[in-house]
């Protein structure tokens, strides 16, 4: 149960407390509630919403839901269209880069991508283009073995074994084996066969269709980043030479033989622990289509015009976008991710409304902001402030953005409830990291927790939300954060998991330290400068 401090005095311009009186604050903080959060968050982390992703139609139903909330708290409309109009939707345009056809043909047979092979990394082959193919083994150059001695691969596709050759013994011929396995094998063999000058590489990268099947499986889940959204058009930085990973089956036919006789030649390198001297090779025909799209997106945007300093603006944000629905059909409702922080932003906004309505409204303005293609790449908080802010940057004095509220991480389960990641405080504004410090502990009372503030911490979280777009145009921010857990983009990720007691503690925080930047004299001193 929160636990609130309601000072006797109104507070002077000389403390650091909004000039507003406190009991006023707590008033209009205490209509933010588990209850209202959780009626929200049951509509935009709903099934029919389709896991928001930017550009769809659930993102844009969810935005039509958030737009109607701020039109029934009074919150204005300022963003201007083309026709003079005001509305509260942020229109946008994205650019998706994606594949169009996209196939290897050899032995009469087509082969799919996502079906029948994967590619690590891009190429752009928009003509079908035929090429040799030959067997290099294991595609390794080393001191005591070399796959490449005495063999011309230029302009020919060359299929490799994954892994390194072994001796009967098991182990290894090669001097260092670490060079040529996994994830680093794969580069490392990739780019040795480009620098022999071959045209497309083609990787065998399980030893049986079940183990290739599981592969795809893996992989699909990476390859969205290949269907990339960004805020300009034009060409990728992408070359010609592709690397495809397959399994032995297509491997044979690519090579125009049979997965015995491929099997066999790779025995063989074991056997003598030199390379193979068979001269396996075939034809191979490859096109790798890359397409750009458009796409139509929207941030939302509320506005509450404050009284004597109205030209100066506070923002709340928040994302509310998502990852959508996975290939198999699940929707990833993003209950937590980050629905938790667009409800939180909701009813902030219902606060200050209320706190409007009741003559005790805010004397800078507030501004609340959810963005879309957060999942993307922060695109929606980056179109707002690099490219069309509907407020001037100049006058942004604060941007407090949410993000993931409402659960407890693993580093805190069994030993806290009540705590928030704060992130950001200090790097801009010492001031700022005093009023989120005085607002806690006068009326929250929640376990501020830094440790993502540290500009060593290896998850560098204070550059992956949207706040990082206001903070690097010198904008004090505040990200709030309850951390990473098991569910953060799985389909499990659903409302029952949220603690809304928990969320409702945090939106408080919000609310109040907002209220102080709002409220106060002088306008927050940008002072520090940290990483």
Not at 348 to 356: G, H, L, S, T, V
């Amino acid at each position: 149960m929160l636990k609130f401090v309601l000072p006797c005095l109104l507070v002077t311009s000389t403390t650091l407390l909004a000039q507003a009186p406190a009991d006023q604050a707590t008033k209009f903080a205490q209509t933010i509630t588990a209850a209202d959060l959780e009626r929200h968050l049951r509509v935009l982390a709903a099934d029919d919403m389709q896991g928001r992703e930017t550009g769809t139609p659930g993102q844009k139903k969810a935005a039509e839901y958030i737009a109607k909330q701020f039109a029934d708290n009074r919150l204005q409309a300022i963003v201007k269209s083309g026709d003079g109009q005001t509305g509260y939707l942020q229109p946008f345009k994205l650019y998706r880069k994606t594949w169009g056809d996209f196939y290897v043909k050899a032995g009469g047979k087509q082969f799919a991508y996502l079906n029948d092979f994967v590619t690590n990394g891009l190429l752009n082959l928009p003509t079908e283009t035929t090429y040799e193919t030959v067997f290099v083994g294991y595609g390794i150059s080393d001191a005591n073995y070399d796959d490449y001695a005495n063999r011309d691969v230029t302009g020919k596709a060359v299929v490799i074994m994954e892994g390194e050759p072994k001796k009967a013994d098991g182990t290894s011929v090669v001097t260092d084996a670490s060079k040529w396995t996994g994830t680093a094998g794969w580069r490392n063999k990739a780019t040795l066969a480009k620098d022999k000058g071959a045209a497309q590489i083609f990787i065998v990268s399980a030893e049986s269709p079940e183990a290739f099947k599981q592969l795809l499986s893996q992989r699909n889940a990476l390859q969205g980043r290949f269907n990339r959204l960004g805020l300009k058009s034009g060409a990728e930085n992408v070359g010609t030479v592709g690397i495809f990973l397959i399994a032995n089956e297509t491997a044979a036919t690519l090579l125009n033989t049979t997965v015995t006789k491929l099997k066999a030649a790779t025995e063989q390198i074991s056997k003598t622990g030199k390379p193979v001297t068979t001269s396996l090779s075939g034809k191979v025909a490859v096109k790798a289509e890359r397409r750009e799209e458009e796409v139509q997106t929207e941030n939302v945007v509320g506005f509450i015009e404050g009284s004597d300093k109205k030209d100066e603006v506070v923002i709340v944000s928040s994302h509310y976008d998502h990852i959508g629905v996975n290939p198999d059909g699940k929707v990833n409702n993003g209950a937590n991710d980050d629905g938790s922080g667009t409800v939180s932003v909701l009813e902030i906004a219902q606060a200050f409304a209320e706190a409007k309505a009741a003559g005790q409204g805010p004397r800078r303005s507030m501004l609340f902001l959810t963005v879309t293609g957060e999942e993307k790449g922060l695109l929606g908080s980056e179109y707002y402030a690099d490219m069309n802010p509907v407020v001037p940057l100049e006058n942004t004095v604060a941007d407090l953005n949410i993000d993931m509220v409402g659960r407890v991480d693993d580093l805190h389960q069994g030993k806290s409830d009540n705590y928030i990641y704060v992130i950001g405080s200090d790097k801009l504004s010492s001031e700022l990291h005093k009023i989120s410090e005085e607002a806690n502990q006068k009326y929250a009372q929640m376990e501020l927790d830094y440790k993502y503030n540290d500009p060593k911490d290896p998850e560098r979280i204070y550059y992956r939300s949207d706040h990082y777009n206001f903070a690097k145009h010198k904008i004090p921010i505040i990200f709030y954060f309850n951390g990473l857990h098991a569910d953060y983009h799985q389909p499990t990720d659903d409302v029952e998991k949220i603690d809304f007691k928990l969320a409702e503690r945090t939106a408080r925080l919000v609310f109040y330290t907002a209220w102080d930047i709002a409220n106060r004299d002088n306008r927050l001193v940008v002072d520090s400068n940290k990483p």
